[in-house]
Every structure is written in C-alpha cells, then in structure tokens.
C-alpha cells in the first residue's frame, strides 16, 4: 500500500520562500518519478516539477528558476523548494508518484499516486 504524506506548506508574503516534503511509505523513490503538481481555486492541476529515477529534473516555465524539486533516497522524502514566491504561486501542492512508462508528466492521469495535498498562501 502506497500512501504519499505532503507537509510544509503555509502562509508567507510574497518574495518568500517555502520547502514542501513528501513522504512516501511502501513506494522507492530511487527507482520511480516523482513530481508536485498544484491546483489554484478554479484552475486546472498544473504539473510543477518532476525528478526522474535517474535524478533528471524538469520545471514548469512558469516555477523555472525559482523552484528546485529534489529527493533524500534514504529517507524516502520528497522536497520542493520554493523560492521568490509569486501570488500567483498560491495554490494546493501535491507530490506525485509513479508515472506510467512513456507518459506526459504534466497529466494528472499518468501518475499512479497521489498525496493528500499541503495549501500554500502567498499575499
């Protein structure tokens, strides 16, 4: 059973910085992707970033930059870092796991599992 845990998100003001984690039980990050996706109110889910198991990582136009998406293998945690933050970063975060081979990494229906999301309020 595959369970994925986000923390760390929060209010901060804008030009802020935040570090979300995931942690993954019965999953191994060190042979899978992972990735963060967010949801804005009203909005689409919007693929983040994602780190690939060989550790190659990809970012959003929108987060390049300013988000650095990164894996602690031992103890099978998931970070995002976020820096300089925007308002329109504002949005609930979630970590995913499992990318089904060959597929697009921004689609929510290509990943297998999915936390329970961690809200983060940029003003």
């Known amino acids: 059973h595959v369970q994925l845990v986000e923390s760390g998100g929060g209010s901060v003001q804008t030009g802020g910085s935040l570090r979300l984690s995931c942690a993954a039980s019965?999953?191994?990050?060190?042979?899978?992707?992972m990735g963060w996706f967010r949801q804005a109110p009203g909005k689409e889910h919007e693929g983040v970033a994602i780190?690939?198991?060989?550790?190659?990582?990809t970012y959003a136009d929108s987060v390049k930059g300013r988000f650095t998406i990164s894996r602690d293998i031992a103890k099978n945690t998931l970070y995002l870092q976020m820096n300089s933050l925007k308002l329109e970063d504002t949005a609930m975060y979630y970590c995913?796991?499992?990318?089904?081979?060959?597929?697009?990494?921004?689609?929510?229906?290509?990943?297998?599992?999915w936390g329970q999301g961690t809200q983060v309020t940029v003003s």
């Open positions: 780190i690939e198991s060989v550790g190659a990582t």
């Open positions: 995913a796991a499992d990318l089904v081979t060959g597929g697009n990494w921004r689609s929510i229906d290509h990943w297998s599992y």
């Open positions: 019965g999953y191994t990050y060190s042979t899978n992707c």
